[in-house]
């Protein structure tokens, strides 16, 4: 069965599921007549159209109403009538448009109003994504990579993340103790691996792969990942952030990018800040070396931003080079 199939299995399972529970309800025969008794259930539980022929033009309103009853108590006990009502009701909501339709906006309306069939809507929902997040692991990959762009992008979002987790740290113990565990077994780990020169060599030709990529947002200085930190603008100052903190290096999304953002995902998505501005922010100071301090770098001339290695030397003030020689080993020195 593939994805649509499961979906509309969901769906069917779902709908069957509520009228199963609508069918439990009692319903007092003496007080309500039995062709208004039957005709509300008909109308809350099938809407016109679902059957190819009408259960009143084939029963009466008494063979009606315990037929209801035996079919939905059939199928919460019966699992191979349950497939096959399941199955049935998947290939209807395929080929009928209409009943398609129908459903639709039958779940939409109940969703709406009801609120027992609502929480039992988004309880099933949750039960359903965790067992297929445990399960599909193409699905797993897709959440997870969903969940690392929404963190990136949506402030709101990571705030909400980063508090919510201190909260279960403050509060739960054994998650504190797990953290705590992890990151021993983790430093023991690292301590070893240290030791052994071939991870060392490793370790070394990684970061070399990394250059300089990160912007301090304040002194706009190009560094590595272990030299800057996030920049989190609510710890400072209104009038310092808002003069000190330059959100030009920061990649805001648009309709161009695709989905999901490289560039949203890379140092450019986030605001970096280097140890030092953030030391002079967090005292209430200004950075020496701020851009507002009349260092910030004009945009690079059109004329000039196709310029290949040779001609950036002839027209570069300052040329710096490097010369490498042998130094000469005097017999006498060992």
Known sequence: MDKSD????????????????????GVDYDVEPPNKVAKQMYDSSVSSG????????????REYLPTCKARSTRYRTDSVYKETMKKKYVEKYRGNEQYRIQTQKRCAKHYTTDEQYKAATQKMSR???KTKYATDEQHRAVVRRKSVVKYATNQKHRTD??????????????????I??????????KQMERSELDHVIDEFRV???EG??????VCTRLSFSTQVKKCVTSKYQTVLRDLCINENHLHKCTEECLSPCQLATGPTGSLWICPTCDRYLTSGKIPLQAWCNKFELDSVPEELSNLNTLEEQ?????????????LRKENNLE
């Open 6 to 25: 499961s979906k509309l299995s969901e769906t069917v399972e779902l709908s069957t599921t509520v009228y199963a529970e609508i069918s439990q309800q």
């Open 161 to 178: 993340v980063c508090k919510r987790s201190t909260d279960k740290y403050k509060t739960d113990a054994n998650l504190r103790a797990q």
């Open 212 to 217: 300089p990529e990160y912007v301090c947002s």
């Open 127 to 129: 039960v359903r994504s």
């Open 207 to 209: 970061r070399c792969q």
């Open 180 to 189: 705590k565990q992890k990151a021993a077994e983790q430093y023991k780990t």
């Open 314 to 326: 002839l027209i570069a003030l300052t040329i710096p080079f490097m010369k490498v020689v042998p």
């Open 50 to 61: 679902d059957y190819e022929q009408s259960p009143y033009d084939v029963a009466s309103d």
